[in-house]
């Protein structure tokens, strides 16, 4: 069966409950920020195309209130940290530098490209999005961190535009990840019920609606493989296209158009440039249809294009690998199955297959019979990005919660 998300609302109670045993005091602030999985347009976003993502309901939650110093006191109670899960620093910017624990730097970056002084706090951070599966833990942390700070000083980005990319610095600076735009633009603008189309290239977004979904479901398949994507094979396929675009005498891959490959076919440009190039056209538009369907409530066609997309990824990008193959291989045997590709970089981490709710079970199985590793299921409709929470627990919250512990 697939793995259970926990309640939105027991993960806060949780975290509330962890900042009172931990700090002996009661938390004045509570915020949340989800996961994503990328529904379709993989690597568009370096080629300033479109990408479209959704938020999860697996999220990250950080509790805590001010302390009246220049430091902040954070514990993360994540699974994924055994070693320092406890860190203490100042809030000064001019104080603040990348080191260990390595979770922190995200948290530091944050601190550091907030606009205002960021005053001395305690706080926990609870999390359930899967750290290493591709669905971005590192951006719902930056972005829960940006919006509890937003909470703790009453200082509110007026645009949702400057908090993702504040939260997208905060990675390059602090963290060393070269990252694109996708994931704190979702994290920070998922709304439920809702995919986001986002131009990569002016970062315009449009909320596309999924009214319909509910005869759906999105099945998310770790494969608990880590990525195997080297960032020399990462550089190796986006130089690829940028010298693509270089030779066509366009700026980027998405002014480019499917005759244009012949022209490089002429210029004698290697193979793997022109399949480099041909994913990235045939995907950007991909993106554009899929998301034309989603507004006609068009699932079947919606799946079609998942599909295609991954053969592109495996065949033009090849960043698959034989475990993403054998997931969606697997997973598109089960009639009820519209369509499943991977999602994310490749060479590891999840799939994502749209799937009718009386076949969801099917799936599952099938995957773990064909499967040799053993994977993980999550099962998700899109959820609503970044959010204040109440710091409100009623006694029986309190009661369950010591129970439990």
């Known amino acids: 069966m697939a793995a259970l998300i926990p309640d939105v609302n027991d993960v806060r109670v949780n975290a509330l409950f962890s900042f009172s045993k931990e700090f002996g005091q009661d938390a004045t602030v509570c915020v949340c920020a989800p996961g994503r999985v990328n529904l379709i347009g993989e690597h568009t976003d370096y080629n300033e195309g479109y990408v479209l993502p959704m938020a999860l309901p697996m999220i990250t939650v950080i509790a805590g209130k001010s302390n009246n110093t220049t430091k902040c006191k954070i514990i993360s109670l994540s699974d994924a940290i055994s070693l320092e899960r406890d860190v203490e620093f100042s809030t000064s910017k001019e104080d603040l530098k990348a080191g260990e624990p390595k979770w922190a730097n995200y948290v530091k970056g944050c601190i550091a490209n907030f606009p205002c002084t960021v005053p001395g706090?305690?706080?926990?951070?609870?999390?359930?999005?899967?750290?290493?599966?591709?669905?971005?833990?590192?951006?719902?942390?930056?972005?829960?961190?940006?919006?509890?700070l937003e909470k703790l000083t009453g200082r509110v980005s007026k645009k949702q535009e400057e908090k993702a990319l504040a939260c997208q610095r905060a990675e390059h600076e602090f963290a060393g990840v070269p990252c694109g735009i996708m994931d704190q633009f979702i994290s920070v603008m998922g709304q439920e019920d809702h995919a986001l189309l986002l131009d990569c290239r002016d970062l315009s977004t449009k909320q596309i609606p999924m009214y319909d979904i509910n005869e759906f479901l999105f099945l998310i398949t770790n494969s608990n493989t880590p990525h195997?994507?080297?960032?020399?094979?990462?550089?190796?396929?986006?130089?690829?296209?940028?010298?693509?675009?270089?030779?066509?005498?366009?700026?980027?891959?998405?002014?480019?158009?499917?005759?244009?490959?012949?022209?490089?076919?002429?210029?004698?440009?290697?193979?793997?440039?022109?399949?480099?190039?041909?994913?990235?056209?045939?995907?950007?538009?991909?993106?554009?249809?899929?998301?034309?369907?989603?507004?006609?409530?068009?699932?079947?066609?919606?799946?079609?294009?998942?599909?295609?997309?991954?053969?592109?990824?495996?065949?033009?990008?090849?960043?698959?690998?034989?475990?993403?193959?054998?997931?969606?291989?697997?997973?598109?045997?089960?009639?009820?199955?519209?369509?499943?590709?991977?999602?994310?970089?490749g060479f590891g981490g999840c799939t994502v297959t749209l799937v009718r709710k009386d076949a969801v079970n099917e799936v599952i199985d099938v995957i773990k019979k064909r499967y040799p590793g053993k994977a993980t299921f999550y099962i998700a409709k899109p959820a609503g990005g970044a959010r204040y929470m109440s710091t409100d627990i009623a006694k029986s919250d309190f009661d369950s919660d010591i129970e439990n512990a």
Not at 280 to 303: C, S
Request: proline share 1%; with cysteine; charged share 25%.
């Open 228 to 345: 195997k994507l080297s960032s020399s094979a990462y550089c190796e396929r986006r130089d690829a296209c940028y010298e693509a675009a270089k030779v066509l005498g366009k700026k980027s891959l998405r002014e480019a158009t499917l005759d244009d490959l012949q022209v490089l076919e002429i210029q004698k440009m290697p193979e793997y440039v022109v399949k480099r190039a041909r994913h990235v056209i045939t995907e950007i538009q991909r993106t554009v249809d899929a998301a034309a369907a989603l507004e006609k409530d068009d699932f079947t066609k919606f799946g079609e294009l998942m599909n295609q997309s991954h053969d592109s990824l495996q065949k033009d990008y090849e960043v698959s690998s034989v475990e993403l193959d054998t997931l969606v291989s697997s997973a598109r045997e089960v009639k009820g199955v519209l369509g499943s590709r991977l999602t994310g970089a």
């Open 121 to 148: 706090f305690d706080a926990v951070i609870l999390s359930t999005v899967p750290v290493g599966a591709g669905l971005s833990s590192s951006a719902a942390l930056e972005v829960a961190t940006y919006t509890f």
